[in-house]
Structures are given as structure tokens and as C-alpha cells.
């Protein structure tokens, strides 16, 4: 199976290069890899360039955008002007950070899992940090979901859920819409991945009630909304964060922002919300 990667990249140059050869060791080779340059104030485009220069299919995109790092908007659009430099001869697209470390056999084994079931329309491994010169795994992992940091997506499930949403809660709702449309979402534990840098590390100040905002945007409601803020909260250590991400999700709702969903849409996601909640009570 073909595949492209794409990378966005602010201010990488400590991991970029990290990131960029444990691309070009893989057992089975991305066919093109674009890194989009967002706005970087370090040596990110120059660690890239020389990449390219001795792999022809690892390309460099420039963006210019605003500094400030809110998750969700700036690292999609960034990932949209990469895709946007793309043509559509791949079987599945790949959006990665730009400080992580992929086992060697990462896309075979993603390729086995998508060979495997067409009706597969995600597959991811998971994260492990760095502690106490151990890796462990992030403790914001969940089983059944594909981290942020690498998503790699069949081509007809990507255009179906219309691509990546830039907004905060993109990826969540890119695997809520691919189990609207009957899509499976598939994760592997033998694929550990080296997250190296924690995530949201670069967030701005402002983007703390963001989360909040976002389950408002995923159709979530108030009361699953509560809980969702509750277990990120304790998950993250922060349990202050709960009060930021209730006052979020008022703010959005008080403002009327647009749904990333249709009600349809966002009637299935609180009813397959409330049945994976009482799958883990009961």
C-alpha cells in the first residue's frame, strides 16, 4: 500500500531530525513525506532542506501564521496546506508530529492491520514519554483511541468524514464521524512510538478553556460534558482544569458556536459516549 506522511512543524529543530530518520528506516517507505514549516523561528526548514536533499520524496512546505500555539486550528491548517500540496495516488494518509520516534516496522505492521479488514478506516499505535530515563506510557492513553500525534487514515474514510476539522477536538471527532459512517478504529499496543516532547507543552495560556469549548463542538451536552472534564482533569493532575473546561463549554454554548457535526451526527456521538461509559461501570 502507498502512503504520505504529513508533518507540521513549529520550532522542531530539537526532534525534527529524530522524527524525519525513523521515517526513512522503516521497512516499508512512505512514498512522498511533507513537513510544513509553520512559521519556525529556529533551524526546523534547514534540518529539513538537508533531508531532502539526500531523500527526493521528503519535501519542505513554508506557512506563515500566527506564533501562538492554540490547539487544534493551527496544526490542522497547517496539515491542510500540506495535503493541499498533494496529489491523491496514496491508499492512506498519515498526520505526525514533529518529535516522535516510530519503531522500525510502524507502517508495515499499520499496512497488515489496513490489508487485513477494508472496513478498517484508522490504525495507530500508542505513546510513550520518557521518565526517569524509562519510557512509559502517556498516561492520556486510551485503548481505543489514536493519539493525535499519529493518525493514519484509509483514503476513503478521510474523505468521507471530510478530512481533518481545524479545530480543537479534531481528533476526536475524526473517530467519532468514522464510526458514524461504519468505519473501525484500530490501535495496537505491540507499536510504541517515542512521544518526545508532552503533549500541549507549547500551549498558550488562553487555550485553557478550549477544551471545554471543544466538547461543545463535538454535540457532547452538558452532563456528559461534566464527566468528560472530570476524568481529563484527574488524568492530567490538574483537577482545576475541570473548572476551566465547564466554563468553556458555557462559553461556547452562550455564543452559539457552530457544532463540527450535524445533529444527526451529534445524536450518535452522546448515545456511543453514554454506551462506552456504562461499558465501563458494568
Same mark, same amino acid.
Given at each position: ?107 508495515? !505492521? $499499520?499496512? &497488515? ?5 477494508? #472496513? ?7 505513546? /510513550? @514519554? =520518557? ?94 460534558? !461534566? $464527566?468528560? &472534564? ?5 488524568? #492530567? ?7 476551566? /473546561? @465547564? =466554563? ?35
Amino acid at each position: 500500500m502507498k502512503y504520505y506522511v504529513i508533518i507540521p512543524a513549529y520550532n522542531e529543530e530539537k526532534f525534527i531530525a529524530l522524527t524525519l530518520q525513523s521515517l526513512v528506516e522503516q521497512t516499508v517507505l512512505p512514498s512522498k513525506i511533507v513537513v510544513v514549516n509553520d512559521n519556525s523561528t529556529d533551524r526546523t526548514a534547514l534540518i529539513v532542506k538537508e533531508f531532502s536533499v539526500k531523500y527526493s520524496w521528503i519535501s519542505l512546505i513554508n506557512k506563515t501564521s500566527d506564533a501562538i500555539h492554540l490547539p487544534g486550528s493551527k496544526v490542522i491548517q497547517a496539515f491542510q496546506k500540506g495535503l493541499n500540496s498533494l496529489d491523491e495516488n496514496y491508499d492512506f494518509i498519515v498526520k505526525a508530529d514533529a518529535d516522535l520516534i516510530f519503531p522500525a516496522n510502524y507502517f508495515e !505492521t $499499520i499496512i &497488515s492491520h489496513f490489508k487485513s479488514d477494508e #472496513k478498517i478506516g484508522m490504525v495507530g499505535g500508542f505513546a /510513550y @514519554i =520518557k521518565k526517569n530515563e524509562e519510557w512509559i506510557l502517556e498516561n492520556l492513553t486510551d485503548k481505543d483511541h489514536i493519539r493525535g500525534a499519529f493518525k493514519a487514515y484509509r483514503k476513503e474514510c478521510f474523505q468521507q468524514i471530510g478530512g481533518l476539522k481545524p479545530a480543537m477536538g479534531w481528533d476526536t471527532v475524526d473517530e467519532l464521524l468514522s464510526k458514524f459512517y461504519h468505519w473501525k478504529v484500530v490501535t495496537d499496543k505491540t507499536l510504541k512510538v517515542k512521544h518526545l516532547k508532552p503533549t500541549g507543552a507549547n500551549y498558550n495560556k488562553t487555550s485553557r478553556y478550549k477544551q471545554g469549548e471543544a466538547f461543545y463542538t463535538l454535540g457532547y451536552g452538558f452532563i456528559i460534558t !461534566t $464527566i468528560a &472534564s472530570a476524568k481529563l482533569a484527574l488524568l #492530567k493532575k490538574r483537577p482545576f482544569l475541570f473548572l476551566d /473546561y @465547564i =466554563k468553556g463549554f458555557w462559553k461556547a454554548k452562550s455564543a452559539k458556536k457552530p457544532l463540527l457535526v450535524t445533529a444527526e451526527q451529534a445524536q450518535f456521538i452522546r448515545n456511543y459516549r453514554w454506551k462506552k461509559m456504562k461499558e465501563k461501570l458494568f
